[in-house]
């Protein structure tokens, strides 16, 4: 799949029930790329986010179920409604260099004890004006306070080697979370 992004009948992601809010911040849109995954030659929209000290990259499949996010994305950027077929130049022309309010969360990965950077499928974020609205489920707020323990202990020198730059998250110092 690559040229043409049909939104004709595609709704905007449904919102997930919110409760008391959690580490939310404005991050700019620095880059939009189309690509296909490794393992599976899966079609995606990698889209950078940035904020000072910090940036992140997330994946927004191409897939009939998954275009919602897309289309809430562009709306909570942009402010305009994609009810269109659509060229992925236009699409990265219309988000590029745009802000956005978002609600990253931690995705940990028991295997390694690292926690990433991901957003959920529908509520992660507003526009910019409107952050204060954004908010956090008490299990994010589990996920998000795992991820800080786990930041935290990665960071903490050890007596007989440096601590390795990859088990912290880049930018995060104390409550200067990304998540």
């Known amino acids: 799949m690559s040229g043409t992004i049909s939104f004709k009948g595609v709704e ?8 008391p809010p959690g580490t939310i911040d404005l991050f700019d849109i620095k880059e939009v ?17 940035a904020r000072k000290g910090d940036q992140f990259s997330h994946s927004f499949f191409l897939s009939e179920k998954a275009l919602p996010r897309i289309k809430s994305l562009v709306k909570m950027a942009t402010k305009e409604v994609l009810e269109d077929d659509l060229a992925e130049e236009q699409l990265k022309i219309k988000l590029e260099g ?14 390694n004890g690292r926690a990433y950077p991901d957003l959920i ?13 954004l908010v956090f489920t008490e299990q994010e707020m589990a996920l998000n306070a795992k991820a800080k323990i786990a930041r935290e202990s990665a960071s903490k020198p050890d007596a007989d080697k440096p ?17």
Do not use: C, Q, W
Not at 12 to 19: N, W
């Open 12 to 19: 905007e992601a449904k919102e997930v029930l919110m409760t």
């Open 33 to 49: 790329k189309f690509d296909t995954t490794k393992n599976k030659g899966t079609y995606y929209m990698g889209v950078t986010f």
């Open 98 to 111: 745009k802000k956005i309010a978002l609600k990253v969360t931690a995705r940990f990965d028991e295997s």
């Open 121 to 133: 499928f529908g509520g992660f974020g507003k526009s910019a004006d409107r952050l204060s609205e």
């Open 163 to 179: 601590t390795p730059s990859a088990a912290a998250t880049p930018g995060a110092k104390g409550d200067d979370d990304i998540f």
